[in-house]
């Protein structure tokens, strides 16, 4: 991912699940996440450059404002990547990556479930992760855009859900807009991110880094 380009979503991305004056919108907001970040990263370079006059700079909200607008970039990347393109066939979890998810939900079927009522409860977004520590994939949900989850864990699906991204073209029926969405999600795209986070799994485990801890419940 390279932050310093403007617009990271391609302008002609379109998706069954989203309208297009509703990705443009969407799109806009991104762009202006984009836009803050670099401010933020300026300001936080003419801060260093202060030294020891910094003291007096207010960089403890720069440096919450920059993961807020840093993790935006992040997780609508996410987002957007994972969603099939208009005209894309459907697809279902399968392979590895369906193999892991019954390892960590008993089932398919039971993940899906599991992802759906995870997002009814998040006020911001909903992710899987997979657990570098533990093998272990779980759904997180938060209400800002730097609420992440747990360190060691790589996100490899994501669900706006804020008002933004579902009230434009599903009003209040924000259930509506995260079928949608789940239907439209690309399993493909999703089962390469895990193929990545378990090849840094096996690097780590050829270092033998150990930093296991208990698993959820
Ligand atoms: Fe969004």
Known sequence: ???????????????EA???????????LYAGYVEKYQELTRKLQAHRRLGPAAASFDAESLKTDITFALGAIKNHALFFENLKRRGEAADEPAGDLAAALVKSFHSVPQ?????KQTAQ????????AYDLDNDFLFNYEASGQNGI???????????DLFGHAY???????????IEAIMQSLDWRRIAARLADA???RNIRASLAVDSTVETHP
């Open 1 to 15: 991912m390279n932050i310093s380009q403007t617009v990271l979503i391609p302008e002609d991305f379109d998706c």
């Open 18 to 28: 989203l309208s297009k004056a509703s990705l443009v919108s969407h799109f806009r």
């Open 111 to 115: 993940y899906l479930i599991d992802l």
């Open 121 to 128: 409860r998040g006020r911001g977004w909903a992710w899987t």
């Open 149 to 159: 989850p747990v360190w060691n864990s790589i996100p490899i699906l994501a669900i």
């Open 167 to 177: 009230f434009y073209d599903y009003g209040n029926n924000r259930l509506a807009y």
């Open 198 to 200: 378990i090849a840094i």
